[in-house]
């Protein structure tokens, strides 16, 4: 059963903004050992455009219904949300733009499991500063924790560096952190984004911010927004930070933003998945609509079970896939995670991901 409990410390000194009042956690609760605690991950989240005019038609819940009780089902759940929840006009140029509804479209995504999500993307700022801020208060109503913004911070040396301020959920007396970046060349994308809005995914944010936090909590996932857009393969750049994460204490590596599955990679103790493509989203290309849910098993400190469970996504949001679309996503995981040293072992409906070389390979 899901539960949450926030505790927070005061340690910000200098904040962008009221909106970014934010908080770390303190208090070393380090445990290791007791039930195992199943994690859920999911891509990209959208709820706007085409998403939205599903479930204006069809009517509240519409773009879970096919995978609540998959994502309700984990002890906690996570995902990128990729439009704003907010009534604030657009404020972006671009025609790509996204907003969803707001309270309604946070109680859903509550309903449907959802304790974490990450707004470190580029479009987070799609209804500018405004929009961003009324998400977060849309989300805290709704009682979902958001990881990706950025906090500011005033060392006793005078310098200043930018974190990712941290969220926390307490899941069997296990004290889960989320910490979330969106690489500089897509912030730069976004209208109205200035310095200090979303935490950047660049080394010096990556290791402060989960040095900053590893000693607050038991578990950290780091959920990164990077990469090209309709890639298979993760950049050098990916690799690059998503191994720096683990180095510094992430153990759960959760990307997305291609729009497409990417491979996984067990790396040292932890997991890196590179993208999880589109979890809800209303692209029509074949490739953007394949898909997966991640699901790892901690036990302690260590990885107990991994798999992937292939989805489909049909009339803007995703169903289990079917068996033949099962199995040519599992083909394509196949050959996507082989690169990556990852054995993908076929079980009907789930995937089920080992490592084929020693954990602690060097990085090429
Ligand atoms: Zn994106």
Redesign the pocket.
């Known amino acids: 059963m899901k539960s949450s409990v926030r505790m927070r410390k005061i340690l910000a000194i200098v904040i962008p903004g009221a909106m970014l009042a934010g908080a770390l956690i303190t208090t070393p609760v380090r445990a290791q050992n007791g039930p195992a605690i199943r994690f859920c991950l999911a891509g990209?989240i959208m709820l706007g455009r085409g998403v939205k005019r599903m479930s204006d038609r069809y009517g509240t819940g519409y773009p879970f219904a096919g995978t609540c009780s998959l994502t309700a089902g984990a002890d906690i759940t996570i995902g990128n949300l990729?439009s704003p929840l907010t009534s604030a006009e657009y404020q972006s140029s671009s025609p790509w733009h996204f907003k969803g509804d707001t309270i309604t479209a946070a109680q859903e995504l509550k309903a449907a499991g959802f304790d974490m999500v990450s707004l470190a993307?580029?479009?987070a700022l799609d209804c500018g500063s405004q929009g961003l801020f009324h998400c977060t208060e849309v989300l805290d109503t709704a009682g979902i924790a958001y990881g990706g913004l950025a906090l500011t911070m005033v060392e006793t040396s005078g310098d200043t560096v930018i974190l990712a301020r941290p969220s926390y959920r307490w899941v069997k007396n296990k004290k889960i952190g989320l910490v979330a970046f969106c690489e500089p060349y897509?912030l730069d994308i976004a209208k109205d984004h200035r310095a200090g809005n979303i935490a950047p995914a660049d080394s010096a944010c990556v290791s402060r911010s989960i040095a900053a936090t590893r000693d607050s909590c038991d578990i950290i996932v780091a959920s990164f927004?990077w990469g090209t857009e309709y890639k298979d393969h993760p950049t050098r750049t990916q690799k690059k930070l998503g191994r720096l994460a683990i180095d510094c204490g992430a153990k759960i590596v959760h990307g997305h933003?291609p729009h497409v599955l990417q491979g996984v990679e067990f790396y040292r103790d932890g997991l890196i998945a590179y993208s999880l493509g589109n979890f809800i989203f209303d692209q029509r290309e074949q490739i953007c609509r394949e898909s997966a849910l991640l699901f790892v098993e901690l036990k302690g400190d260590s990885l107990k079970a991994v798999s992937m469970l292939p989805l489909e996504i049909v009339g803007n949001r995703p169903v289990p896939a079917g068996k033949k679309k099962a199995r040519t996503i599992e083909a394509r995981l196949r050959q996507l995670c082989r690169k990556l040293g990852t054995m993908v072992i076929g079980t009907g409906r789930t995937t089920e991901l080992r490592p084929t070389v020693p954990k602690n390979k060097p990085a090429p």
Request: proline share 0%.
């Open positions: 990209d990729e993307n580029n479009h897509l927004h933003h």
